[in-house]
């Protein structure tokens, strides 16, 4: 993890505080406490306090330590308040329509535990496993959370995670959401290793995930995704390759969902993206996904495909893709829960178009035009979403 000038300028005033007179150190802490105080890791009575106790050379060490430890802290959060409409036409002119508000908040603490160990929890909105969008009309009832990050990550080699716990996505992410949504956070283990080859960077990740925690006293027992990923960076362009695969002896309980009817899932996949410029930057990405497990009366239903573009002009950021996803290629407990409301047998399209306000303030929305097959209901899903984002 790289250091953060804050961590720098912590571990520097460490070093040359017993070389240094009372004033030039009094002069360096509040230099230090000016930066800790934009920062977020105090507030303004704590930094009144600590500026009184810096002046007081018996103090001193004290007061460092406490800077110290602040500084390996950092408070982060963001909100996202949404308005939302979505129809649902079975082609017969009729059909179900939703007009829904919702926000999503998430406030997460992470902390440098050494040089080489880092650990974070973070709380949200709502404990879905691909939303944590919270639906406002519960008669101003207060609202629980859930914690969707827990984890440690220990690097004990150079270019070696080893990670734990509930963690974000340890596989190169792709944002599509056509194998797994962006707010999945996966519950298991995993090793992520980094390293250069000329000017490309390799990165290699496996792991295993605990979906399900049978009754038993053996770990044979659960149900589990085993997976490896290997992805290259080189210059704006990123290729990778990965599997996923469940178990296959342990179907009775499976989680699935979004109208998948097979029982076995080995999802491979391979994406790509590349950037050019033509007086404005070109992002050209894409992915490809086959089930090579599905099983049942649909087992050839059996593959997914992405293609989009992205481009940026100014503050202004838009993108479109389209996708069509075979009822078996992905399981749909998984994959993008907005695009056709989360269902497979589905095609369609997908726009974006974000607005920056501020560096930390943004305004956004994104329409999704698809089409579910007759396999999972034959209807027409369209979605207009629109975002007021604060990051903090």
Same mark, same amino acid.
């Given at each position: 993890?790289?250091?953060?000038?804050?961590?720098?300028?912590?571990?520097?005033? +460490?070093?040359?505080?017993?070389? @240094?007179?009372?004033?030039?150190? /009094?002069?360096?802490?509040?230099?230090?406490?000016?930066?800790?105080?934009?920062?977020?890791?105090?507030?303004?009575?704590?930094?009144?306090?600590?500026?009184?106790?810096?002046?007081?050379?018996?103090?001193?060490?004290?007061?460092?330590?406490?800077? *110290?430890?602040?500084?390996?802290?950092?408070?982060?959060?963001?909100?996202?308040?949404? &308005?939302?409409?979505?129809?649902? #036409?079975?082609?017969?002119?009729?059909?179900?329509?939703?007009?829904?508000?919702?926000?999503?908040?998430?406030?997460? @603490?992470?902390?440098?535990?050494?040089?080489?160990?880092?650990?974070?929890?973070?709380?949200?909105?709502?404990?879905?496993?691909?939303?944590?969008?919270?639906? +406002?009309?519960?008669?101003?009832?207060? !609202?629980?959370?859930?914690?969707?990050?827990?984890?440690?990550?220990?690097?004990?080699?150079?270019? +070696?995670? @080893?990670?734990?716990?509930?963690? *974000? &996505?340890?596989? &190169?992410?792709?944002?599509?959401?056509?194998?797994?949504?962006?707010?999945?956070?996966?519950?298991?283990?995993?090793?992520?290793?980094?390293?250069?080859?000329?000017?490309?960077?390799?990165?290699?990740?496996?792991?295993?995930?605990?979906?399900? $925690?049978?009754?038993?006293?053996?770990? !044979?027992? #659960?149900?589990?995704?085993?997976?490896?990923?290997?992805?290259?960076? /080189?210059?704006?362009?990123?290729?990778?390759?990965?599997?996923? @695969?469940? #178990?296959? #002896?342990?179907?009775?309980? +499976?989680?699935?969902?979004?109208?998948?009817?097979?029982?076995?899932?080995?999802?491979?996949?391979?994406?790509?993206?590349?950037? /050019?410029?033509?007086?404005?930057?070109?992002?050209?990405?894409?992915?490809?996904?086959?089930?090579?497990?599905?099983?049942?009366?649909?087992?050839?239903? $059996?593959?997914?495909?992405?293609?989009?573009?992205?481009?940026?002009?100014?503050?202004?950021?838009?993108?479109?893709?389209?996708?069509?996803?075979?009822?078996?290629?992905?399981?749909?407990?998984?994959?993008?829960?907005?695009?056709?409301?989360?269902?497979? $047998? *589905?095609?369609?399209?997908?726009?974006?178009?974000?607005?920056?306000?501020?560096?930390?303030?943004?305004?956004?929305?994104?329409? /999704?035009?698809?089409?579910?097959?007759?396999?999972?209901?034959?209807?027409?899903?369209?979605?207009?979403?629109? $975002?007021?984002?604060?990051?903090?």
């Amino acid at each position: 993890m790289k250091q953060t000038k804050l961590a720098v300028a912590l571990k520097a005033t +460490l070093l040359g505080v017993s070389l @240094v007179l009372a004033p030039s150190a /009094f002069a360096a802490d509040k230099e230090l406490l000016d930066i800790l105080k934009v920062n977020g890791s105090i507030s303004q009575a704590q930094y009144d306090q600590l500026i009184k106790k810096a002046d007081q050379p018996s103090e001193s060490s004290e007061l460092l330590k406490k800077m *110290a430890w602040a500084g390996k802290i950092k408070v982060s959060g963001d909100l996202r308040v949404r &308005q939302e409409y979505q129809t649902e #036409d079975t082609g017969t002119g009729s059909g179900d329509g939703e007009d829904r508000q919702r926000y999503r908040a998430r406030v997460g @603490v992470y902390a440098d535990v050494t040089d080489n160990v880092q650990a974070g929890v973070r709380l949200v909105s709502n404990g879905g496993a691909t939303s944590t969008n919270e639906t +406002l009309g519960d008669g101003f009832a207060n !609202d629980t959370v859930y914690f969707d990050l827990a984890y440690i990550n220990w690097q004990p080699l150079d270019g +070696l995670e @080893v990670i734990g716990g509930k963690m *974000a &996505q340890p596989w &190169q992410k792709n944002k599509t959401g056509l194998v797994w949504d962006g707010d999945v956070n996966p519950e298991g283990g995993a090793l992520r290793y980094t390293t250069k080859l000329g000017d490309a960077t390799l990165i290699g990740t496996v792991g295993h995930l605990v979906l399900n $925690d049978i009754d038993g006293f053996s770990f !044979d027992e #659960d149900q589990t995704i085993q997976f490896a990923q290997l992805a290259t960076e /080189f210059g704006e362009t990123v290729l990778g390759v990965g599997m996923y @695969v469940y #178990d296959e #002896d342990k179907q009775a309980g +499976l989680i699935s969902g979004g109208g998948n009817d097979s029982t076995e899932y080995a999802i491979s996949e391979i994406f790509g993206e590349t950037t /050019f410029n033509l007086g404005l930057p070109i992002k050209l990405y894409g992915q490809y996904a086959k089930n090579n497990d599905a099983n049942g009366v649909n087992s050839g239903e $059996d593959t997914a495909w992405l293609l989009g573009t992205e481009t940026k002009l100014s503050n202004w950021k838009a993108s479109y893709d389209y996708r069509e996803t075979e009822l078996n290629a992905v399981n749909g407990a998984f994959n993008d829960s907005d695009f056709a409301g989360g269902r497979t $047998d *589905a095609k369609g399209h997908r726009l974006k178009l974000s607005y920056k306000i501020d560096n930390n303030f943004s305004v956004g929305t994104t329409y /999704f035009k698809t089409e579910v097959g007759q396999l999972n209901g034959n209807l027409d899903v369209d979605t207009w979403q629109i $975002d007021l984002a604060a990051k903090f």
